[in-house]
């Protein structure tokens, strides 16, 4: 059993920057691949970005590839998302989640979920 827990989202202007943190608890985080996700009100859950539990290889959606950066820190149990040049489309709740298999992290079917972070970016 592994729980996540979001921080660090909140208002921003845009072309302005944001860190999300994501502090994880339980056994084994070293053990799962590790990713990031958005929804907006009415739509889908849309990946982000990815890393794998040894953050030897990074996957980034086209949307934010190049103003995004993914890592996580294994000793601390904690993974984040640094966004940068942030755009109004980038608003919306972002969660993260954690999954043993890597292709079931990017397909959205992870074993674990976070409660979700606001990001609001104005215009």
């Known amino acids: 059993q592994v729980q996540l827990v979001e921080s660090g989202g909140g208002l921003v202007q845009a072309g302005g920057s944001l860190r999300l943190s994501c502090a994880a608890s339980?056994?084994?985080?070293?053990?799962?691949?590790m990713g990031w996700f958005r929804q907006i009100p009415g739509k889908e859950r849309e990946f982000v970005a990815a890393?794998?539990?040894?953050?030897?290889?990074?996957y980034y959606a086209d949307s934010v590839k190049g103003r995004f950066t993914i890592s996580r820190d294994n000793t601390k149990n904690t993974a984040y998302l640094q966004m940068n040049t942030l755009k109004p489309e980038d608003t919306a709740v972002y969660y993260c989640?954690?999954?043993?298999?890597?292709?079931?992290?990017?397909?959205?079917?992870?074993?674990?979920w976070g409660q979700g972070t606001q990001v609001t970016v104005s215009s």
């Open positions: 339980g056994r084994g985080f070293n053990d799962y691949h």
């Open positions: 989640a954690v999954a043993g298999l890597w292709n079931r992290l990017i397909n959205g079917r992870a074993d674990y």
């Open positions: 890393t794998t539990g040894s953050s030897s290889s990074t």
